[in-house]
T-cell receptor, first 108, second 114 residues
């Protein structure tokens, strides 16, 4: 079983749509959680940290369910510029584990 | 620019040759990581340093791979006797030594072994 699992997509949505990505992780000792965004042939960039109580950053909302070992990312009012791969990241010990990513394409 | 810097950006080499990549982390960060990423996959951990000490290595890091961070600043990753399976993006990242501290990645070095 992979340490971090994500639905690979692709998700193809129209501008303005709301889209949600899910992620599960296997190590219950994990303490830190993040979502990264990666554009084609570029490096991953931090989108947001994920806190136990859930957190929001503009159109982006992240949720964590420790009991189910589940993380989610909700994007509201999708923009063309949101098209990218979204990586779920978990840190159970000294280094981060990355999911394979969920690809999002937002269309006009 | 005070971000993480990697060079070269691209490297094409023939099978059997040795290659070396360099990473300059953000100067305030004491942790430096190397990851490898292939198409359609997320980054896979290779190794990390805290200051000059290499603290952990993945089983992915065969004997042909070696990494150094001699003065706790820049790091090098060397691959000896390259194989076609080594073709990937090699990503360097740095962070503070705190569990919740996120990684800051460099642009990566894209290696193609022919």
């Amino acid at each position: 079983r992979k340490e971090v699992e994500q639905d690979p997509g692709p998700f193809n949505v129209p501008e303005g749509a709301t889209v949600a990505f899910n992620c599960t992780y296997s190590n219950s000792a994990s303490q830190s959680f993040f979502w990264y965004r990666q554009d084609c042939r570029k490096e991953p960039k931090l989108l947001m940290s994920v806190y136990s109580s859930g957190n929001e950053d503009g159109r982006f909302t992240a949720q964590l369910n420790r009991a189910s070992q589940y993380i989610s990312l909700l994007i509201r009012d999708s923009k063309l510029s949101d098209s990218a791969t979204y990586l779920c990241v978990v840190n159970p010990d000294e280094y981060m584990r990355f999911g394979a990513g969920t690809r999002l394409t937002v269309k006009p | 620019d005070t971000g993480v810097s990697q060079n070269p950006r691209h490297k094409i080499t023939k099978r059997g040759q040795n290659v070396t990549f360099r990473c300059d982390p953000i100067s305030e960060h004491n942790r430096l990581y190397w990851y490898r990423q292939t198409l359609g996959q997320g980054p896979e951990f290779l190794t990390y340093f805290q200051n000059e000490a290499q603290l952990e290595k993945s089983r992915l890091l065969s004997d042909r791979f070696s990494a150094e961070r001699p003065k706790g600043s820049f790091s090098t990753l060397e691959i000896q006797r390259t194989e076609q399976g080594d073709s990937a993006m090699y990503l360097c990242a740095s962070s503070f030594r705190r569990g919740a501290s996120p990684l800051h990645f460099g642009n990566g070095t894209r290696l193609t072994v022919t």
